[in-house]
Every structure is written in structure tokens, then in C-alpha cells.
């Protein structure tokens, strides 16, 4: 029986219809996943006649939008509710057994906000639906993943949050990624907090009494894991190559490096959930909303990533 996936369309204004209706019609998304679409059906009907011709996709409705009132690339408060609404539907319905995973088209913050809802990102909401505390952001493209000690704080808060347990959890939360995908004994590479990992103390003294000490205690317990790494040479070809994940200190330390690398094709998960949970590695890009040329391949990875990792689970590897 193929996995189902509750894919939820993401902000309407956005590219997340036209891109949820257009993965609908490559075969081995087909092939490997029941996709159900979660959004408003009329905007998401509209979608189809438009971009999949031919092609009904399974819907459930989570709002009701009108078509003809939809602003292509406008912020729109009102989509961004739908936007918040979808979310939590969707994941109320993984959670009850409904759906066996969950993948998220893009929305956007400002609009969530701008309805009244506070809103930090897809990750921490999921993160709280779920009731987890603990939870980290994974980035993969194929053998390249990056998980992230902090993610959406202010750059003067890193360091405070970067201790040596936070980094021992995420590294665990990395080699387990790893085996669902496959990697039967995972290599890990920790990058380090400050510049050129702190030249011994010299540039900052987190990464030897911190990030080293973790470092350690990972070994001691049996994992692969070598570091820190200064980050301004761990994402070339001779040193990320030789490794399945890296473990990156902050949100720019590593999503800059991954999006010049993968940007087309990577996939956000949310490691540390009691459901399996992907997303694309993209923004709602507004200025070609609705034109039809998004480029789908970040979504499809994210489709057949949170696929491959049921059957992983259905199998006792994650």
C-alpha cells in the first residue's frame, strides 16, 4: 500500500497551488506516494484546470477562497489565515493517523502575522501541534544534510543557545535522518561556532568549551563525528563529500552554503517529531506566482523524501 501524504498547498497567493497540482501529473511521485492535497478546493481545483489539465487530485477543504478574489503575488492576510489553517489541518490529521506524513508548500510570515496569528515559521508551529519541545530543522539534497543547532533567532542570541546537550541532541537527531535514508553507519561533521573554529580560543572560546567537549562525548558514545570544522571551508567538495551531515551552529551558517548547492532540488525537514514531516526549501515567490514556471523539484524531493522515510519507518530504521 503506498504511503499517504498530507500536502498542504501553502499561502495561495503564492506558488504552493500551481506547484502541489503540477507534481501530480510526474510518475514516480505516482509511483511511490498517495498524494491528498489540503487548501481552499476552489483555489485548488482552479490550480489544476489551469497547470494539470486532466488531473483531479484528492482535496480536503480547509478554508473557503474565493478564485476570483485571489490576488497572484499579493500579501494577503486572509491567505496567510488559510495559509495557518491548512497547516494545522493537515497536521491534526498525520497526527490522528489519518495521513502517514506530512510535506508543506511555502507560506509566508508576514501574511500569518498580519492575520493576527503570531507566527515564527512551519517548524516551531508543527513542532508545538505536536507537543515537542525538542525538535531540530534538517536541510537534505541526496548525501548532503545539514541539521541546525539554533534556527529563527536574532544572531546576538546564538551563542546562548548553542550548548554542548543542544548540540549531542541535534547530532543524534542527524544520524538518525541519515539511516532512514539509508546511510547504515552515518559520518558527521560539526562545524564550529566562530570564525575558523575560534583559531583555539583566539577568535571565542565556545568551541573549546563547548562545541570540542560535545564533540567528544559523541564519540564516547559511538557515533562517527569529527569537528569543529571552520565553516568557510567545511562546504567545499574534498570536505563535505566526506560526510552524510553536517551540524551547523546557525541558520546563515548553513543555509546560505545548502541553497547554493542544492536550492533546486532541497528538501526542510523537522527532525525529533513523532510524525514524519518534509517541506520545500523555498519562499512563496510571489513575483511568478500563478505563471506557471515554478520549478517543482524542490517539492517532488520533498514528496518522495517524506515517502522513502515511511517505508524506513514501516521497516524498524527510523
Known amino acids: 500500500m503506498l504511503p499517504v501524504l498530507a500536502l498542504s498547498v501553502g499561502d495561495v497567493s503564492g506558488i504552493g497551488p500551481e506547484i502541489a497540482v503540477r507534481v501530480l501529473r510526474n510518475a514516480e511521485i505516482l509511483r511511490s506516494a498517495r498524494v491528498r492535497l489540503y487548501g481552499p478546493e476552489e483555489i485548488i481545483h482552479a490550480a489544476a484546470e489551469r497547470f494539470a489539465p486532466g488531473i483531479e487530485p484528492e482535496t480536503v477543504n480547509t478554508g473557503i477562497c474565493s478564485f476570483a478574489s485571489l490576488v497572484p503575488g499579493k ?135 563547548i562545541v570540542k567537549p560535545a564533540v567528544r562525548m559523541l564519540r564516547e558514545q559511538g557515533m562517527n563525528v569529527e569537528g569543529p570544522f571552520p565553516s568557510d571551508t567545511l562546504f567545499i567538495d574534498s570536505v563535505r563529500k566526506s560526510f552524510d551531515g553536517i551540524v551547523s551552529m546557525y541558520h546563515d551558517q548553513g543555509h546560505i552554503p545548502f541553497k547554493m548547492l542544492a536550492f533546486d532540488r532541497g528538501v ?26 515554478a520549478d517543482t523539484g524542490s517539492l517532488e524531493a520533498a514528496i518522495l523524501t517524506a515517502a522513502g522515510r515511511v517505508r524506513a519507518k514501516q521497516k524498524g530504521r527510523a
Open 75 to 209: 500579501l494577503s492576510p486572509e491567505a496567510g489565515r488559510i495559509a495557518y489553517d491548512t497547516i494545522v489541518r493537515a497536521t491534526e490529521d498525520v497526527l490522528a493517523g489519518k495521513a502517514d506524513a506530512l510535506v508543506t508548500c511555502p507560506v509566508n510570515k508576514a501574511a500569518i502575522n498580519e492575520a493576527g496569528i503570531p507566527f515564527t515559521g512551519h517548524t516551531e508551529l508543527v513542532a508545538r501541534l505536536c507537543g515537542t519541545e525538542r525538535f531540530a530543522m534538517i536541510q537534505s539534497a541526496g548525501s548532503l544534510r545539514v541539521i541546525f543547532v539554533t534556527t529563527h533567532i536574532a544572531l546576538k542570541e546564538v551563542s546562548a543557545q548553542v550548548t554542548v546537550e543542544r548540540i549531542m541532541e541535534v547530532a543524534g537527531l542527524l544520524e538518525q535522518a541519515a539511516r532512514a535514508d539509508g546511510v547504515e553507519h552515518p559520518r558527521i561533521a560539526v562545524a564550529g561556532l566562530n570564525p575558523h573554529a575560534g583559531e583555539n580560543g583566539h577568535m571565542g572560546t565556545e568551541d573549546e568549551t
Open 268 to 293: 526542510n525537514s523537522t527532525m525529533g517529531l513523532p510524525i514524519i514531516r518534509t517541506s520545500v526549501d523555498h519562499g512563496t515567490a510571489f513575483e511568478i506566482a500563478w505563471k506557471g514556471i
